[in-house]
T-cell receptor
Framework: SQQGEEDPQALSIQEGENATMNCSYK?????LQWYRQNSGRGLVHLIL?????REKHSGRLRVTLDTSKKSSSLLITASRAADTASYFC????????????FGKGTTLSVSS | KAGVTQTPRYLIKTRGQQVTLSCSPI?????VSWYQQTPGQGLQFLFE???????NKGNFPGRFSGRQFSNSRSEMNVSTLELGDSALYLC????????????????FGPGTRLTVT
């Protein structure tokens, strides 16, 4: 079953614009991660935010976490065509290990 | 360090056959997880191994099985293949041994694209 649900499912923007994706999850978490997947390939880890953090930055990425609303957002600033990909949020399945439960993802298309 | 490798990259099988997929984690990583990705169901967790023990298992039928070897390499097996097993199978390795506040991002391989006809 999906733990997170991303919104929107698809997003189309122009280069230079900002892209915002949202994720909601169901259970309590220790941290939340965001991954990117280029068409049909493996996933690449983008950023991890812990439950005691509210905001985190990495380059052009900004992630926020609201544990009271069980939601997170990923902002990509000044988007580039190379940012075209699917983006997934993920949380740990349970405390016994590191396996992840993914949302359905947001497909971002950046046109030049 | 070399990344996570998966073999084969592409595979075509017929219904009823069985298949074995292989994953070599990043050197030093002891946790290996497997995921199935389909257009309809998205990314779904199959199982996780740590030090040759299955630590977590997703909601998949018993036709899906796996194992991990002493060198952390892992294999997954699907018996009696069905059309619905057509998917991208992703393997990921992680450095951390337990889910805590330490960073434990997962490193994914390129996947094995399985087509069942």
């Amino acid at each position: 079953s999906q733990q997170g649900e991303e919104d929107p499912q698809a997003l189309s923007i122009q280069e230079g614009e900002n892209a915002t994706m949202n994720c909601s999850y169901k259970t309590s978490i220790n941290n939340l991660q965001w991954y990117r997947q280029n068409s049909g390939r493996g996933l690449v880890h983008l950023i991890l935010i812990r439950s005691n953090e509210r905001e985190k930055h990495s380059g052009r990425l900004r992630v926020t976490l609201d544990t009271s609303k069980k939601s997170s957002s990923l902002l990509i600033t000044a988007s580039r065509a190379a940012d075209t990909a699917s983006y997934f949020c993920a949380t740990v399945a349970n405390q016994a290990g590191t396996a992840l439960i993914f949302g359905k993802g947001t497909t971002l298309s950046v046109s030049s | 360090k070399a990344g996570v490798t998966q073999t084969p990259r592409y595979l075509i099988k017929t219904r009823g056959q069985q298949v074995t997929l292989s994953c070599s984690p990043i050197s030093g990583h002891r946790s290996v997880s497997w995921y199935q990705q389909t257009p309809g169901q998205g990314l779904q967790f199959l199982f996780e191994y740590f030090s040759e023990t299955q630590r977590n298992k997703g909601n998949f039928p018993g036709r899906f099985s796996g194992r991990q070897f002493s060198n952390s390499r892992s294999e997954m097996n699907v018996s009696t293949l069905e059309l619905g097993d057509s998917a991208l199978y992703l393997c990921a390795s992680s450095q951390s041994g337990r889910a805590d506040l330490e960073v434990y991002e997962q490193y994914f391989g390129p996947g094995t694209r399985l087509t069942v006809t």
